[in-house]
């Protein structure tokens, strides 16, 4: 299986920072990765998929990059809505998820 | 407005079955697959199972094959998970979650997730 390592686990920041959230497969999956953000106790929310195209409704200080093994998901300037956790998942073969970065207040 | 609303889950003692359904609407169901994802208290994601979207094809995580099965009825727009011989560590919220197939790559993501439904085994 093809596992999912997300860094950091979880991160603290302010409203107006830029932040980056890595992923890193365990082998390479193209360009077959998704982005989620999950807030307690809700559902997760697509917000990137294909690495990079950005799903509908989705705001544009959210972009992904990367390709093959290393990937990237980056909010431009956090809003006070985006404190949330974030997972990366592959679904190159099957369908995995890393373990998530947690998004908090500093 | 896609919606997908979960429910069957519930406290069951160990070696117990569950079924759980996911009422789905706003998009045609049966021309997309269907699958479930479950999250553990305090953990992460993991993906359960799939069906297509005509129920002829299924896939299970090996950590559910053999005891979960996933089924489908398009005629009422509900997607099930029967769940049996129910251990501790299939307690989670699982969640119903619609596939999004890129006709080009042949590759599957999900793209639309309900609120999900909490699974407790416990004796």
């Known amino acids: 299986a093809i596992r999912m390592t997300q860094s950091p686990s979880s991160l603290s920041a302010s409203t107006g920072d830029r932040v980056t959230i890595t992923c890193r497969a365990s082998?390479?999956?193209?360009?077959?990765l998704a982005w989620y953000q999950q807030k307690p106790g809700k559902a997760p929310k697509l917000l990137i998929y294909?690495?990079?195209t950005l799903q509908s409704g989705v705001p544009s200080r959210f972009s992904g990059s990367g390709s093959g093994t290393d990937f990237t998901l980056t909010i431009s300037c956090l809003q006070s809505e985006d404190f949330a956790t974030y997972y990366c998942?592959?679904?190159?073969?099957?369908?995995?998820f890393g373990q998530g970065t947690k998004v908090e207040i500093k | 407005e896609v919606q997908l609303v979960e429910s069957g889950g519930g406290l069951v003692q160990p070696g117990g079955s569950l079924r759980l359904s996911c009422a789905a609407s706003?998009?045609?169901?049966?021309?997309?697959?269907m699958s479930w994802v479950r999250q553990a208290p305090g953990k992460g994601l993991e993906w359960v199972s799939i069906?297509?979207?005509?129920?002829?094809?299924?896939y299970y995580a090996d950590s559910v094959k053999g005891r979960f099965t996933i089924s489908r009825d398009n005629s009422k727009n509900t997607l099930y998970l029967q769940m049996n011989s129910l251990r501790a560590e299939d307690t989670a919220v699982y969640y119903c979650?619609?596939?999004?197939?890129?006709?080009?790559?042949?590759?599957?993501?999900?793209?639309?997730w309900g609120q999900g439904t909490l699974v407790t085994v416990s004796s």
């Open positions: 979650a619609k596939g999004r197939y890129d006709i080009l790559t042949g590759y599957t993501h999900f793209d639309y």
């Open positions: 706003g998009f045609t169901f049966g021309s997309y697959a």
């Open positions: 069906i297509s979207g005509s129920g002829g094809s299924t």
């Open positions: 082998q390479g999956i193209s360009s077959y």
């Open positions: 294909a690495a990079s």
């Open positions: 998942q592959q679904y190159y073969s099957w369908w995995t």
